[in-house]
């Protein structure tokens, strides 16, 4: 674990004012909106990657806090649940900083449901975005006919 501090700048000096400790924090994507190697591209660095695999492949970018705060929800959110080990059912909180394709694909959010998977009424997850984000949760009503019932969407 890591030990963060909180400081705060008072006269172009840093005093530490209180010490936060086991913060953990597991990053599922790192990558640009086109992800790495890029999806149609040939270049030598696109190709080595994808011979190499292993960490020269990268997704986009998805940050889990303390296994229940989730920043950003992308198209890759199933992989980093499949592949990686993200357990989107310990999330609680969603914070959704922009609402770019490769920050937020709203559809997979109708697949938390009783119709996808059991038990998630008592479990609501909180969505907090920009009216964009929010406006695009529409997407989330098109698969599940009540998201109201599973998320909570709150507008920052």
Not at 30 to 49: H, I, K, M, V, Y
Request: contains cysteine.
């Amino acid at each position: 674990m890591t030990t963060f501090y909180v400081i705060s700048l008072k006269l172009f000096k840093y005093k530490i004012t209180d010490v936060v400790t086991d913060m953990k924090i597991t990053y599922y994507g790192t990558s640009a909106s086109e992800a790495w190697p890029a999806l149609f591209c040939e270049c030598e660095a696109c190709r080595l990657a994808r011979k190499y695999g292993g960490k020269n492949v990268r997704s986009r970018s998805q940050t889990l806090i303390d296994d229940t705060l989730l920043l950003d929800f992308p198209p890759d959110t199933n992989y980093h649940a499949q592949v990686l080990g993200l357990n989107l059912r310990r999330v609680r909180t969603l914070l959704l900083t922009h609402s770019h394709h490769d920050h937020f694909f709203p559809a997979d959010l109708g697949l938390r449901s009783d119709q996808y998977a059991e038990g998630l009424a008592e479990e609501k997850l909180t969505i907090y975005g920009n009216e964009t984000v929010i406006s695009m949760c529409e997407d989330a009503k098109r698969v599940c006919r009540n998201p109201e019932q599973y998320i909570t969407f709150h507008e920052i």
